[in-house]
C-alpha cells in the first residue's frame, strides 16, 4: 500500500494517448512538452508503441528525453 502523497497522483487504468498528452501538456502544472522527460518500462510491444507515441508528442528533440526499458 502506498502511503497519502498530496503531491502524487495515482490512476489505475489503461494509459491511453490522452493520458500521455494530459502528462505532457497540463496547464494546471505549467508543464509542456520541451519541459517533459519521460520513461517507459514494459514488455517489448507496449515499450515501442509508447515511446513511438512520445516522440510524435514531444515533437522535435523530444527523443532525447525519452528514456526505456523491455523485460521479456
Known sequence: MIPDQPDIAIHSSRIEDSDLRSAIYNEETGTSAKDT???????????????????????????RRIFFEKWW
Do not use: A
Not at 48 to 57: C, H, I, N, Q
Open 37 to 63: 522527460v519521460c520513461y517507459v518500462c514494459g514488455p517489448p510491444q507496449m515499450t515501442d508503441s509508447f515511446v513511438e507515441k512520445l516522440r510524435g508528442m514531444l515533437g522535435e528533440d523530444g527523443e
